[in-house]
């Protein structure tokens, strides 16, 4: 496996080692060795998440606040999706900063994100199968997120904003410069 950091410390993208022959291909989705030796931190995640979008699609940005904060490793199995994190680290010299990676079912790019950021991805296929882990149990109570098109953000989506589905929660995130990071 071939892992590389990203601009935002903490961050990081997996390009598994992929096995193909006559009858497909195999690879290992995870390995928690080789995961923690190449990232440096010990990790336990406790939770698989799987979501089916169609195109057009924006889920985010989103994050569950402490004592529940996520770090996340995420993949998509079927199509592309763009996928964006965000450093809310107040101490990070990146606090506000984004990475966006292609996620697809052909590159087989996964991306971990520690806890203190927050995600989102858009969908650029028909549809996109996403799957991904977490490191701390969904607590609704604890989920939040910034709106996606937040001006301070300024994330490029790659996409028209008038063909984007969101749900109505998304539709009415906070605004980065309302948000007091809690991490
Ligand atoms: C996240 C989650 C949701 N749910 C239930 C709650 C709702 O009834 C339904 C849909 O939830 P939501 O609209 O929050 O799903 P997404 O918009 O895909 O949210 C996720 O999308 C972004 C990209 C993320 O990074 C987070 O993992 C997560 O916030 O699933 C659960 O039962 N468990 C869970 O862990």
Request: net charge neutral; aromatic share 14%.
């Given at each position: 496996?071939?892992?590389?950091?990203?601009?935002?410390?903490?961050?990081?993208?997996?390009?598994?080692?992929?096995?193909?022959d006559?009858?497909?291909?195999?690879?290992?989705?995870?390995?928690?060795?080789?995961?923690?030796?190449?990232?440096?931190?010990?990790?336990?995640?406790?939770?698989?998440?799987?979501?089916?979008?169609?195109?057009?699609?924006?889920?985010?940005?989103?994050?569950?606040?402490?004592?529940?904060?996520?770090?996340?490793l995420?993949?998509?199995?079927?199509?592309?999706?763009?996928?964006?994190?965000?450093?809310?680290?107040?101490?990070?010299?990146?606090?506000?900063?984004?990475?966006?990676?292609?996620?697809?079912?052909?590159?087989?790019?996964?991306?971990?994100?520690?806890?203190?950021?927050?995600?989102?991805?858009?969908v650029?296929?028909?549809?996109?199968i996403?799957?991904?882990?977490?490191?701390?149990?969904?607590?609704?109570?604890?989920?939040?997120?910034?709106?996606w098109?937040?001006?301070?953000?300024?994330i490029?989506?790659?996409?028209?904003?008038?063909?984007?589905?969101?749900?109505?929660?998304d539709?009415?995130?906070?605004?980065?410069?309302?948000?007091?990071?809690?991490?």
């Amino acid at each position: 496996m071939t892992v590389k950091e990203t601009a935002l410390k903490g961050c990081f993208t997996i390009q598994p080692n992929v096995f193909e022959d006559k009858r497909g291909y195999f690879f290992e989705s995870f390995n928690q060795g080789k995961f923690e030796e190449h990232i440096g931190i010990k990790i336990d995640f406790v939770q698989d998440n799987e979501s089916k979008s169609q195109k057009g699609v924006l889920r985010g940005l989103h994050f569950q606040i402490p004592p529940y904060a996520q770090a996340k490793l995420v993949r998509v199995v079927q199509g592309e999706v763009l996928d964006v994190a965000v450093d809310l680290r107040k101490d990070s010299p990146t606090f506000g900063k984004h990475q966006s990676v292609l996620l697809t079912a052909k590159n087989k790019t996964q991306f971990f994100m520690p806890r203190g950021f927050a995600h989102g991805f858009l969908v650029l296929s028909d549809t996109a199968i996403f799957s991904y882990k977490i490191d701390n149990v969904y607590a609704p109570d604890h989920d939040t997120g910034i709106i996606w098109n937040d001006k301070d953000l300024n994330i490029d989506w790659q996409f028209e904003k008038e063909k984007l589905i969101l749900s109505e929660k998304d539709k009415n995130l906070q605004s980065f410069k309302n948000f007091k990071s809690p991490f």
